[in-house]
């Protein structure tokens, strides 16, 4: 478990509070991309994460820190990711219509 800075846990109660859900429904909204019309597909969605990860590494160490962490998962798990997209196949052959598009939002 990880303590999360004070602003996120007040941003995150404010949101459940006011839409009525869960904390941890607000999270996941809260982490959704803002561009609802032009739904990621699922090497967007891993190339978003990931420059998300990079863009907040201070941050994300910061926290693993300060909750007795192994802070180098951050970076372990931003060079699978680096590494995911860099082998990432041309054609996935990957069949939409028989295993849908994923987790529903």
Known sequence: MIRLPID?????????ATAD????????????????????S???HIA??????????DDLMSVFEDGDADAKAV??????LAVLLKEWP????????AHGMGQPQ
């Open 8 to 16: 996120v846990v007040r941003a995150l109660r404010r949101r459940a």
């Open 75 to 80: 970076d372990r798990t931003t060079d699978a």
């Open 90 to 97: 041309e054609e996935t052959g990957y069949d939409f219509a």
């Open 42 to 44: 699922l090497l967007e």
């Open 48 to 57: 978003w994460l990931h420059t998300r990860l990079v863009r907040r590494r």
């Open 21 to 40: 859900i869960t904390i941890a429904e607000a999270a996941r909204q809260l982490m959704q991309p803002t561009d609802v019309a032009h739904p990621l």
